[in-house]
Structures are given as structure tokens and as C-alpha cells.
């Protein structure tokens, strides 16, 4: 194909009759995209449901051990770099290059801030040997005592004791209850079996959306360096709008991931 | 449009060298890669059938030890599965047909479309090393826990699958934007080729169902590498949930696989009977019925495996409930044919086969659907016999039907008539002799992927060993008629069927953008505007013809 064809085609490939065919189409493919995106992860959400309905009180002992002030921040960080993204949308539908080139830059560090979060987070499970299925290792200052035997709860214990699942009366503290004091007070009570299975869950789950990060900072990243160069515009936007689609979805998988994790009793 | 196939520029002379092939973003050209490299893996395939078939001729050890032929039976339904039936007619007759079709230049996005083929030759390529590292022995269904214990090569196996997926979601989403996007003037839905419905049902089963596939094969990957205890039941983990992701996914794969064959009978029996399609809107719709129900009945693929007797019960209702679009296709075929004027070309008589063979695959379902029977055949011949009738005699016998129905489309040579119908004919012979003996050894209680089996299952091992070396002959014939015509072929007129779809009105092979200006669409199923003209051997239309 020679140059002067390749310009002209970057507007309409030759296979579509109009612009807005051309257009819709795009649109249409990516929205398909990002609905196996979610099947990806529905498959995870599924695996979640399931351990969550066999084990509850793995579940509800583990996720203490998660820093919800961490997941938090992550959060706030990740919507805000949505909102960057979409307006760096609108600023390429305006034309406005310098705006978007600082916003896709704003977008590209907020999703690095996302992952530099995640590697405290990691490190810090890491050390404690809170990790997955055989790797699975606690040696948690207030865990390290109970692992070594596991507890066996007696028999005549009375019903409610036996499980360490919340009466329902007992609100969930949400982000305020995740001070070290109360963990190590409902660490040390019993530790269940199989507590693993959560952090298999949860490596699972959000290792496969750190990886979706990283995807999306490659697009946004070839975007931006696109962006400075001036190749986008009112009537050629759909790559920003593309990317933006896909960083939202990222966005909204984490949505969900946070409270599931880190949040729900 | 006036039949003749002197078009000096056709997609074959566009251009030459590798390079213009392996990196074209012509839609056939990759349709035609897609077709050489999914025929090689049937005949690869085929060839580990053979294996095992000549194994099992005489009860204990006959040419391989007991660890080889766990290997083998496992390549057999993985090549066969993940890199010749799901791909096999959407890939490749999907890719060359559907933008002729609908009368566009090319489908939506090119570049995804020669992704999806570079992807699908790195997924066979990671299949193909895992041979060569000791091959897999799990069966294709790779089952955990056995899958993350055994030593052998689960993990290229498993990630070429994995990469396959995409491929194939990639064809899928390329597919629906197509249809939904650039249908040509006149095209209304219910003027759509009944083989695009199939292949839009078969697209959203591709694009809803494979991400499931993914998630667990990469799962599974994680638990072989790391030990994630997810699926490991030492670690509290569920095996049973990984046949439930498993299923989820390769349920509606098997109607990824037949749902294109049945698009192809579609056009095929109304071609071949002259007559318009019968219940255009019943076949139609039923496709996309078919689609849906196919994601409700994975469960009864675990009647055996401790779910619960209400779980079975459902799954076993809604198992049933798929019979119901399928015998609507079915009954509109029959009545498209009654009356009609029958011409028993190659490409028809595959379609025979496939009335037949289909139907006693499909009612060979029930006794595997009702919860009774099911446990008594659970995991015997019977089944193996069952899904080779639906699979094989379904979307095999339909891929060969497709291959000569638009062979000379493609390359513009007519094959030997005498030759084709020779090897239709053998294939039909030699498959129920290789998997109708298989109904009755398993009815009797011979356990399926055994080594070893009693003396008195020998009569049907061997008559089943014997159809297998028919088959094997009838793929000879049918190849040699083939590549033959591509040298010494007579010159295909563009439309030698009398066929009323789109891609029958340009040249044969097309031109490389198929049509300067989209063509006005009318009813795919008119055929009485086509009348044979003697001269050029193939059908014009009427008015062409009166005005000459």
C-alpha cells in the first residue's frame, strides 16, 4: 500500500463505505471484547462464591489480614485515574492535545501508584507467609503459636463458640476495624482449615487484575506516546476512547474486588 | 455476474511469495491458510486414531505399552478437539465465505482476523511441543486432581488451548461486528444465508463461553506451577468445581462445532434439492435457541460425579430440551427436500450422511440424557460411539460437504465428480462400521480410554479396526481428488451449483476485493431465477440469460 493510500485509509479502512460504519464497528468489537473480559473473571467471582459458601470462616478469618486502608487508597486511586482517563477523552474529541497528553500522564501514574500499592501489599503477605494452597506458611507474630498444632475445637463446646463467624447482631466495622489490636484478638482466638483457600482466591483474583493494569498502562502508554505526537484529534479519537473503555473495565473489575476481599464479613 | 471466470486478478495471482500469504489481510487467504492447516491436523489426528484402533484389534498389548496409548487416545481428542473441530468450519470456511456472503470486502477488523490465525499456529505449535515433551495422558478433558499430579507435559498442552481460546474469540467478535455491521443493502436479518445465522449463534457461543475455558486452563496452570489448592482436594480444594468450569465452557463448545455444520446443511439441501428452504425463520431462529440452551446443560456431563440428585434432575430436563431445535432443523431439511428435484452431487451426498448420522447421534443423546440409562452407559463405548456419530458423522461430514460445495469457489477447479462421490461413499461405509459396533460393545458394559479388554468384546474391536482402515482409504481417495484438481481440474464457472447466495455472484475464485460496489441482496433461497447454461457448465440468472 503507498503512503498517500495509508493516510487516506487511517481515516476509512477501504473496506467500510462510511465513516460512522467504520466508527460503529470498532465500538460494537470492543464492547464485545470487554464482555469476555468479564466472563474471564466471572469464572473467579464463581470460584470466590463457591469457597465463600463451603468455607465461611475461612473467609471470615482471613480477610482480616488484608489492610483495608491499603485497598482503600488503591481504590481512590484507581477511580481517579478513570476520571483522568475520560477526560482525556473528551479533551482528544475537543482537540485539546496538551491537555491530553498530561492527562493520559496522570492516567499512566496513577496506574503505576496502583501497582506500587499492590507490591506493599504482596511484600507484606510475602514476609508473613500468608500466600496460596502448599506455599501457605503463617508466621504472623499473632498467628506463628496456634499454626503449629491445629486447633481442634472440643466437642462440648457451646454451638456458639465453635465457629468464629460473627453473630449477625455484630455490624460489620468496615474500614475502621482493621487495627492491629483486633486482629491479633480474633487471630489468636482459632485459626480454621484451610484458611489457604482465601489467599489462593485472593492471589488469584487480584494478581489477574494486576496483570489487567499492566495491559491497560501498555495501551495508554502507546496511546500517550501516539498523543504527543499529535495523532489524534476530533475526527480520529477512537484509539483514546478504545483504551479509555478498557481502562474503566479494569477499574470496575476492582470495584468489585475490594469490598468482596477486603471488605464483606 | 455473467458467469464467466476469466478474471485476470483473482485473491490467489494478488501476490506472490510467503510473505504476501502469511501476512495478508485478505479474509481468504486466511480462510484458505486456516483450511490447509486444520486439514493437516485432521489427517494428524486420524493418524493417532489409526494408532489406537490397530491397538485395540487384539485384547492386552498389540503394538504399544499401556503409558503410549494413554498418550495417544489423549493427542487423538486434543489435536482433534482444539485444532480441527472447533476451529474447522468457522475458521475456515467462516473466513472465506462470510464477507462474500454478505457482499462486503473484507470482515470488520482484518488485522484481529490475521491475529486469529497467527495465534491459532502458536497454540498448535505449544500443542505439537508438548508432544515432542512426552505427551500429555490426562485425556483432552485434563481432570484434575490427576492433571496437576501427572508427569507429563499438562502445561503447554494446556496453555496452547489457552491461546487457541483467544483465537477463537477473536474469529467470534470479528464474526457478530460483521454481520451486525456490514450487511449490504437489501440484507435484512431475515434475508441473512441461513449458514451466517450459524455462524452469529456459534460467534455469541465463542464469545460468551471460551473466557470460562480460559480462566480454568489458566488455573489449572497456576495449581500445577504454584499449588494453589483451588481444584487439589488434599488441600481443600474442589475437583469437582474444575469439571463444572470445564463444562461450562466445553458444553457449548460442542455446539460451536456442530452449529456451523448445520448452517452448512442448510444451504447445501436447498441447493441440491433445487427448492427453496423450507421454515427459513424456524431454522433461523432455532440456531440462536440453540445457542442459548447450549449454556444450561453442561451438567450432565457429572450425572456420576456426586452432584446432587436435584442438580441432575435439571440438568437432565434441560439436556432434553436441545432436542427440540435440533429436530426443527432437522424436519425443515426433510420438507425442503420433499418434492424437491434431488441431484445427487458429492456435496449432497455428504449431506445424506449427515441427515442420517446426525440422527442417531442425536438420539443416542437421549439414552445419555434420561439419568437411568445414563449411569448404566456412563463412561462406556456407548458414549464414545454417541459423540463420534455428533461429532464426526455431524461437522466432519458437513466440513467435507463444505469442502465440495465451495471448492471451486475457492480455487476455481472442479474436482472429479466419480472420485468424490467414491470417497463419500467409503466414508460413510467405513465410519458406521468403525462406531456402530462401538453401540453395542458399550451397551454390553466395555468401559471407554481402556488398554485392555475381555475376549469376548474382540469381535467388535476388530470389525471397528477394520472401518477405521476404510476411513483411512476414503481420506486417500478424497485428498488425491482434491489436490488433483488443483492442477488438472476443469475451470469452475462462477456458479456451478445453481446456488442463490451472494458469494456465487462473482468469479470463481473471487476477485481480491470481492465486489467494487456492494451488491443488491435478494432472497438467498430463490433459485428459480437460476437457469444451467450449457456453454460455461454452471447457472446464470434467467434475466442474463434472456437478454443475451
Given at each position: 500500500m503507498r503512503r498517500s493510500e495509508q493516510s487516506a485509509a487511517r481515516e476509512i479502512p477501504h473496506h467500510f463505505a462510511t465513516p460512522r460504519q467504520a466508527y460503529e464497528s470498532g465500538k460494537l468489537g470492543m464492547w464485545i471484547f470487554l464482555a469476555t473480559e468479564v466472563l474471564l473473571f466471572g469464572g473467579l467471582f464463581a470460584a470466590y462464591a463457591v469457597y465463600r459458601g463451603n468455607h465461611p470462616e475461612v473467609f471470615v478469618y482471613a480477610h482480616r489480614f488484608l489492610d483495608a486502608r491499603l485497598g482503600a487508597l488503591n481504590t481512590l486511586i484507581l477511580i481517579t485515574s478513570s476520571l483522568t482517563m475520560a477526560w482525556a477523552v473528551r479533551s482528544a474529541q475537543l482537540g485539546n492535545r496538551r491537555l491530553l497528553t498530561l492527562l493520559l500522564a496522570l492516567t499512566l501514574l496513577g496506574g503505576g501508584a496502583f501497582l506500587g500499592v499492590k507490591i506493599v501489599e504482596y511484600e507484606h503477605k510475602w514476609k508473613h507467609g500468608l500466600l496460596w494452597g502448599e506455599q501457605y506458611r503463617p508466621h504472623h507474630p499473632e498467628t506463628a503459636q496456634e499454626h503449629s498444632s491445629a486447633p481442634e475445637i472440643p466437642r462440648e463446646t457451646p454451638p456458639g463458640d465453635r465457629t468464629n463467624i460473627p453473630p449477625a447482631a455484630i455490624g460489620p466495622p468496615g474500614l475502621a476495624s482493621s487495627t492491629d489490636e483486633e486482629r491479633a484478638a480474633h487471630a489468636s482466638a482459632k485459626e480454621p482449615r484451610n484458611v489457604h483457600l482465601f489467599f489462593g482466591v485472593y492471589f488469584a483474583m487480584t494478581g489477574l487484575h494486576g496483570l489487567h493494569v499492566i495491559a491497560g498502562l501498555l495501551v495508554i502508554g502507546w496511546v500517550f506516546v501516539r498523543a504527543r505526537g499529535g495523532a489524534y484529534g476530533p475526527s480520529n479519537f477512537e484509539p483514546v476512547d478504545r483504551a479509555g473503555l478498557y481502562w474503566h473495565l479494569v477499574d470496575l473489575i476492582w470495584i468489585f474486588l475490594f469490598p468482596l476481599l477486603y471488605l464483606i464479613h | 455476474m455473467n458467469g464467466s471466470t476469466a478474471v485476470a486478478d483473482n485473491y490467489l495471482s494478488h501476490g506472490r511469495g510467503f510473505r504476501s500469504w502469511f501476512f495478508t489481510l485478505d479474509h481468504k487467504r486466511i480462510g484458505v491458510m486456516y483450511l490447509a492447516s486444520i486439514f493437516f491436523f485432521l489427517i494428524l489426528g486420524g493418524f493417532f486414531a489409526m494408532l489406537i484402533r490397530t491397538e485395540l484389534l487384539t485384547p492386552g498389548r498389540t503394538i504399544m505399552d499401556a503409558d503410549t496409548y494413554n498418550q495417544v487416545f489423549t493427542l487423538h481428542g486434543a489435536v482433534m478437539i482444539f485444532?480441527?473441530?472447533?476451529?474447522g468450519i468457522p475458521a475456515a470456511f467462516g473466513n472465506f465465505v462470510l464477507p462474500v456472503m454478505l457482499g462486503a470486502k473484507d470482515v470488520a477488523f482484518p488485522r484481529l482476523n490475521l491475529l486469529s490465525y497467527h495465534l491459532y499456529v502458536v497454540g498448535a505449535i505449544f500443542s505439537v511441543v508438548s508432544i515432542l515433551l512426552g505427551a500429555v495422558d490426562t485425556g483432552w478433558t485434563f481432570y484434575t486432581p490427576y492433571s496437576t499430579t501427572t508427569?507429563?507435559?499438562v502445561v503447554s498442552m494446556t496453555l496452547g488451548a489457552f491461546i487457541l481460546g483467544f483465537s477463537s474469540i477473536f474469529t467470534g467478535i470479528n464474526f457478530i461486528v460483521t454481520i451486525h455491521r456490514m450487511r449490504p443493502p437489501g440484507m435484512s436479518w431475515n434475508r441473512l444465508p441461513l449458514f451466517l445465522w450459524a455462524l452469529y449463534s456459534t460467534a455469541i457461543i465463542q464469545v460468551l463461553a471460551t473466557p470460562v475455558l480460559g480462566i480454568t486452563l489458566l488455573l489449572l496452570i497456576v495449581e500445577r506451577l504454584l499449588?494453589?489448592?483451588?481444584?487439589?482436594p488434599a488441600l481443600g480444594g474442589d475437583p469437582v468445581l474444575y469439571q463444572h468450569f470445564f463444562w461450562f465452557y466445553s458444553h457449548p463448545a460442542v455446539y460451536i462445532m456442530i452449529l456451523p455444520a448445520m448452517g452448512v446443511m442448510s444451504e447445501l439441501i436447498s441447493v441440491f434439492s433445487r427448492k427453496h428452504i423450507f421454515g427459513y425463520k424456524a431454522i433461523a431462529y432455532s440456531s440462536v435457541a440453540i445457542a442459548v440452551l447450549s449454556f444450561l446443560v453442561w451438567g450432565h456431563h457429572m450425572f456420576t460425579s456426586g452432584q446432587s440428585d436435584l442438580g441432575n434432575m435439571i440438568f437432565s430436563a434441560l439436556t432434553f430440551s436441545v432436542a427440540i431445535p435440533s429436530a426443527i432443523k432437522v424436519f425443515n431439511w426433510l420438507a425442503t427436500m420433499y418434492k424437491g428435484s434431488i441431484r445427487l452431487d458429492t456435496p449432497m451426498l455428504y449431506a445424506l450422511s449427515f441427515l442420517l448420522l446426525f440422527g442417531i447421534g442425536g438420539l443416542t443423546g437421549l439414552f445419555l440424557g434420561a439419568l437411568a440409562t445414563d449411569v448404566h452407559l456412563h463412561d462406556t463405548y456407548f458414549v464414545v460411539a454417541h459423540f463420534h456419530y455428533t461429532m464426526m458423522g455431524g461437522v466432519l461430514i458437513a466440513f467435507l460437504g463444505a469442502m465440495h460445495y465451495w471448492w471451486p469457489k475457492m480455487f476455481g477447479r472442479m474436482y472429479s465428480e466419480k472420485a468424490g462421490r467414491l470417497a463419500a461413499f467409503l466414508v460413510f461405509v467405513g465410519f458406521n462400521l468403525t462406531f456402530f459396533s462401538q453401540f453395542v460393545m458399550g451397551s454390553q458394559g466395555m468401559p471407554r480410554r481402556y488398554y485392555n479388554y475381555l475376549d469376548r468384546f474382540q469381535p467388535y474391536h476388530v470389525l471397528s479396526t477394520i472401518g477405521a482402515y476404510v476411513l483411512a482409504v476414503a481420506f486417500v481417495v478424497l485428498a488425491g481428488n482434491l489436490i488433483h484438481s488443483l492442477f488438472r481440474g476443469r475451470k469452475a464457472p462462477a456458479n456451478p451449483w445453481g446456488s442463490a447466495t451472494l458469494e456465487w455472484m462473482c468469479a470463481s475464485p473471487p476477485p481480491h476485493d470481492n465486489f467494487a460496489e456492494p451488491p443488491e441482496a435478494g432472497d438467498p433461497y430463490d433459485l428459480e431465477h437460476l437457469v444451467y447454461d450449457e456453454s460455461i457448465g454452471g447457472y446464470v440468472p434467467r434475466t442474463a440469460r434472456e437478454g443475451a
Open positions: - | 485444532l480441527f473441530i472447533i476451529p508427569h507429563t507435559s499449588g494453589i489448592g483451588i481444584f487439589d
